[in-house]
């Protein structure tokens, strides 16, 4: 009998151009705009993953997170994947089933520390706080004394509220409790001061798109001494292979063991961006992203406009603003985004539909994309309040 191979089908076949998306300005919670430089070190012909200029530039990413995290931490590397990947790393590695794993919720992100913990067999247990305020030092040590976690789990930089925690403090309590502590530091590093082992932080991951203006695909993450110490203890193996930082290590410490093959470019990428942030020198960079944020805010007061979380404690990277009353919040991010190419985001979990979501993050924490923005609140924002007052006086 003849075999016969089957005709190929264009059932899925898409006859399609080359792409050609709109450069968009990205004042949203994530991405934000890479660097141009970036972009051109992401474009480069890839070189393996294991020749010797590879293996070089790997120590000199590690190297540069060091310094935008102000720690010495051995075991400090760019996991493959997003922020989230590097978040579910922590745990993975950490959390061994029934460890009592505190989690300080105060918005989205600390949600998602609680389903990852539960996820890898943790005692879960948390504290909260409404969406747009932070812990005190007494309410952080109350939490310790009555839950004796293992490990601490916190978010410095909560993008869903546009809340900073501050953290001094904290890692002495810690270590008075015998506990780890593990922060989210996703939408702080490379924008908002971070003192990694001042704080005396044990765990902590980031990821490239926001404030290190690199795309994303890149999840750094590092782990102390103390962290370490808990992981060489562990009686079983990490429960996920492609985080299992020990296996890591053998690739990213000196062995150069293959494990997975390295996202090549986008590590040329995040060498770029670590290099940009170490020439302008991190306390400029900070210092520039504190300017543009205060510029922004006083801006926002001028039109009228209320920032949901009380000055002290807003991040320079991520602004709530409240939606005036009678305005559609989305229909004013959609203009923008579709007539202007500017994107903004809009409230989550406990403030959707309350407020608008303005991000000034590493490349785009510029003075003229505050202005830009300004500007277009003042001309058009007017046209999308609604007939609301006068509803509101005929209702009255
Ligand atoms: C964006 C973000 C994450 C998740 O990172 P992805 O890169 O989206 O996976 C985690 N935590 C915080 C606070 C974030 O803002």
New binding site residues.
Partial sequence: MATSTPPVSDRHRLNLGPIATPDRLLLG??PSNAHPTVLQALSRTPIGHLDPLYVALMSEVQELLRYVWQTDNRLTLPMS?????A?EATLANMVEPGDTVLVAVKGY?GL?LQDMAGRYRADVRTIEKPWGEAFSLEEIEAGLKEHRPKILAM?H????TGVRQPMEGIGDLCRQYDCLLLL?T??SLGAVPLFLDDWKVDLAYS?S??GLSCP?GL?PFTMGPRAEEKLAARSGKVPNWYLDVSLLNQYWGSDRVYHHTAPVNMNFGMREALRLIAEEGLDNVWERHRRNAERLWSGLEALGLQCHVPAELRLPTLTTVRIPEGVDGKAFTLHLLNKHGIEVGGGLGALAGKVWRIGLMGYNSREENVDLLLNLLEQELPAFRSAAPAVAAAAA
């Avoid at 994947?81 to 990947?85: C, R, Y």
């Fill in positions: 919670p994530g994947g997003t922020g989230s990947a978040m992100f998602r978010v930089a909560e993008t869903s989210d996703v939408t990821c798109q926001k994303p999840g």
